[in-house]
């Protein structure tokens, strides 16, 4: 986005987020992010990255929304998919956790930490803020993102039927307080992060309800199992 006046952006998502493009705050995001360019800050994930979870998931695709905070900050980690990180990177320990609790679920064992064949599966891995400096975990909030991320979440909510939302944690509960429990199914758990996998992620079983519901309600299941 710091590097085109039009985001690169599939285009049943443009559609419905134009106007939101156009708004102030977009536009002071961009100008923000062009700032971080000037100074010589890097920021992840790389540009051509930063919508990759609308690109790899279309609006009219979507089944599940896992919900995530902020990218990763390090290197070689984010790719604009939330929990997700780029192939032959160290899985972070919410990663681990979340494999955990599916192999505890569905007996699937996942090695890779490169979620891209769920995001193409109809899964929209979306973090509330896209962008952060490198080594600064949390640098980008407050700009403008958590407001644009709500309005992706409003976008399914009223465009979508029959999705999956996984809220793990305050946080994501918080920002999926708009969707419509009746149209929709809405799990909850406490984040998969190490401070609180303990308290009922692990044992949540979120992989398997979400594939009760889609084949409920005449939708493809998803295959958790990557390639």
Same mark, same amino acid.
């Given at each position: 986005?710091?590097?085109?006046?039009?985001?690169?952006?599939?285009?049943?998502?443009?559609?419905?987020?134009?106007?939101?493009?156009?708004?102030?705050?977009?536009?002071?995001?961009?100008?923000?992010?062009?700032?971080?360019?000037?100074?010589?800050?890097?920021?992840?994930?790389?540009?051509?990255?930063?919508?990759?979870?609308?690109?790899?998931?279309?609006?009219?695709?979507?089944? =599940?929304?896992?919900?995530?905070? *902020?990218?990763?900050?390090?290197?070689? &980690?984010?790719?604009? #998919?939330?929990? /997700? !990180?780029?192939?032959?990177?160290?899985?972070?320990?919410?990663?681990?956790?979340?494999?955990?609790?599916?192999?505890?679920?569905?007996? =699937?064992?996942?090695?890779?930490? *490169?979620?891209?064949?769920?995001?193409? &599966?109809?899964?929209? #891995?979306?973090? /509330? !803020?896209?962008?952060?400096?490198?080594?600064?975990?949390?640098?980008?909030?407050?700009?403008?993102?958590?407001?644009?991320?709500?309005? =992706?979440?409003?976008?399914?909510?009223?465009?979508?039927?029959?999705?999956?939302?996984?809220?793990?944690?305050?946080?994501?509960?918080?920002?999926?307080?708009?969707?419509?429990?009746?149209?929709?199914?809405?799990?909850?758990?406490?984040?998969?992060?190490?401070?609180?996998?303990?308290?009922?992620?692990?044992?949540?079983?979120?992989?398997?309800?979400?594939?009760?519901?889609?084949?409920?309600?005449?939708?493809?299941?998803?295959?958790?199992?990557?390639?």
């Amino acid at each position: 986005m710091a590097e085109t006046l039009t985001p690169k952006i599939e285009n049943s998502w443009l559609k419905v987020l134009n106007q939101e493009f156009q708004q102030a705050y977009m536009q002071q995001l961009k100008q923000f992010l062009i700032r971080e360019k000037q100074i010589k800050q890097v920021v992840y994930p790389p540009g051509s990255q930063i919508f990759a979870a609308f690109n790899h998931t279309p609006l009219t695709n979507v089944k =599940v929304v896992i919900l995530g905070q *902020d990218p990763y900050h390090g290197p070689g &980690q984010a790719h604009g #998919l939330s929990f /997700s !990180v780029q192939p032959g990177t160290a899985l972070p320990p919410s990663l681990k956790n979340i494999y955990k609790e599916l192999n505890s679920d569905l007996s =699937v064992h996942n090695q890779t930490g *490169d979620l891209t064949s769920w995001a193409k &599966q109809g899964v929209l #891995l979306l973090n /509330s !803020v896209l962008t952060v400096r490198q080594n600064q975990a949390a640098s980008h909030r407050d700009r403008g993102w958590e407001r644009f991320t709500d309005a =992706v979440i409003t976008t399914v909510n009223s465009h979508c039927n029959h999705v999956v939302f996984m809220l793990w944690g305050s946080y994501a509960q918080q920002k999926g307080r708009v969707i419509d429990n009746k149209k929709h199914l809405i799990l909850q758990a406490p984040h998969p992060s190490p401070l609180s996998a303990h308290r009922g992620f692990f044992g949540c079983r979120h992989f398997s309800k979400a594939n009760d519901y889609l084949k409920k309600h005449h939708n493809t299941e998803i295959i958790w199992q990557l390639p």
